[in-house]
């Protein structure tokens, strides 16, 4: 199996090492080509490889090293995108077999185009859930991605493919969306980092939406600092998206070493220990102990919440898909198909009842946060389920697998508020544990985040492939 000196290096070594000149862009693109070749096959992370691309990138960066020019925090870090990300020249499949019509996209998405401004260099597009309704990384068009530590398991979705990509070695950093937590139940299942970011914070134009209201971008990598260093390169306003908030850029890298130290931070109770296998509360123990959290927090009326994000996620997704319900049924994957069409048939008495209850519980949430800093809560019900499993037991009650992995990160992302999912090292897989802070403060989150990895509690695990 290929694996070069940089195979497992973090985001922020490789630019380290290519701007010491202690190796060059090309040779770790190479490198990374090479991993893809070799693995992908079994992995499903890719379904489109830009290496031509990706050889005059590193080229670039390396003529700019000889020239004495800045070549950004990022120099020669390959990254991917799941493929509902506009990449220039391909079609933005966005896990579908109906995009693959759509003609190749004029221009890139503006993370892609801020990531290679700080000196990344873009390898492919990544597999995904169909449009972005999944949890489990499963896609009937493109083939299951698979999880790195077991490939008999599920990677989580729906950003199934930039899971199994970072986690498998094949690229240090790798974005994906969170409508209801598609970056961090990959990133748990997985053993990964995985930052979504405050609803409005990084733009979106240019990508293939699913729920408009819910949906947000962000970086999953194999710590903490290559975390932060993506967010900050990504920071900006954009008004092609009018969700985007014109806000100042405010940089999270600076302020990791800061540490836990004086940070109030609570442990989600009640709702977030419901369901829970052992694994995921041995998790969650484990770092609030590390963290010296005693403090138990209730949040208010979850099941509720969770209730309104299905009606929200389903009429909303069901509306922007008439027109393919309509024309091309029989090409959807059947279990998305089924879940739109319900949705399109949800009363409108019942999406305006959740909406209001949306901005009550977004009110009564952001309460808890005048006296606590952070909040930890498990990111998934257990470890990564096999591949093509429909059901396990929770609380007693058999329920279905796709629906019910997101059953702690939904009630997140129904309120916008910026998460890092952090990933414990259990045997013989790995799960997530999410920290949830206030609005606009993904840099105390990350600093968290830094924290606990730096103290050994929380790693990305490699993989024994």
């Given at each position: ?121 873009l390898v492919g597009a990544l ?47 790798a974005l994906g969306s969170d ?254 544990v999410q920290i949830v802070a ?28």
């Amino acid at each position: 199996m290929s694996e070069g000196p940089y195979t497992w290096a973090s985001a922020a070594a490789v630019a380290a090492a290519v701007a010491s000149g202690e190796t060059t862009a090309a040779a770790v693109v190479e490198a990374a080509l090479e991993r893809i070749a070799e693995l992908n096959p079994t992995l499903d992370a890719f379904t489109d490889v830009t290496a031509h691309r990706a050889r005059a990138g590193a080229a670039a960066i390396d003529r700019a090293r000889h020239r004495g020019q800045s070549m950004g925090p990022l120099a020669g870090v390959p990254f991917a995108v799941k493929n509902l990300f506009d990449v220039k020249g391909l079609a933005t499949r966005a896990g579908s077999k109906i995009n693959r019509d759509l003609p190749p996209a004029p221009r890139d998405q503006p993370l892609i185009e801020r990531l290679e401004a700080a000196g990344a260099i873009l390898v492919g597009a990544l597999n995904m859930g169909e449009y972005a309704y999944d949890f489990t990384g499963e896609n009937v068009h493109d083939g299951n991605a698979r999880n790195p530590h077991d490939l008999t398991r599920m990677t989580g979705g729906s950003s199934g493919g930039s899971g199994g990509a970072v986690a498998g070695g094949l690229v240090p950093l790798a974005l994906g969306s969170d409508t209801n937590g598609s970056i961090r139940v990959p990133s748990s299942l997985c053993g990964l980092f995985g930052l979504k970011p405050t609803y409005g914070r990084l733009p979106r134009n240019r990508s293939f939406p699913f729920v408009d209201s819910l949906d947000h971008l962000g970086p999953i990598a194999r710590s903490a600092l290559d975390l932060a260093i993506a967010y900050d390169a990504m920071q900006g306003h954009d008004p092609g998206d009018a969700a985007c908030v014109d806000r100042p850029v405010e940089p999270a890298t600076h302020a990791l070493d800061a540490g836990t130290g004086g940070l109030r931070i609570a442990v989600a109770g009640g709702y977030f220990r419901q369901g829970a296998f052992p694994e995921a509360l041995a998790a969650l123990d484990t770092v609030a102990k590390a963290l010296g959290a005693t403090r138990s927090v209730a949040l208010p009326e979850v099941s509720r919440a969770r209730s309104a994000a299905y009606v929200i996620t389903a009429t909303e997704g069901a509306s922007l898909h008439l027109g393919r319900l309509r024309d091309r049924a029989e090409d959807f994957d059947p279990a998305v198909r089924d879940r739109l069409i319900a949705g399109a048939m949800v009363p409108s008495a019942l999406v305006v009842k959740a909406q209001k209850f949306r901005r009550w519980y977004r009110d009564e949430v952001l309460k808890l946060f005048a006296e606590i800093d952070a909040i930890v809560m498990p990111a998934t019900p257990c470890t990564a389920p096999a591949i093509g499993q429909q059901t396990f037991v929770l609380d007693g009650v058999e329920m279905p697998v796709r629906a019910n992995l997101g059953i702690y990160t939904q009630p997140i992302s129904f309120i916008g508020l910026p998460v890092v999912c952090v990933p414990v090292p259990l045997s013989p897989l790995p799960i997530g544990v999410q920290i949830v802070a206030a609005p606009w403060c993904e840099d105390v989150a990350l600093r968290i985040a830094h924290g606990l990895e730096r103290d050994g509690v929380v790693t990305a695990p490699r993989p024994a492939l």
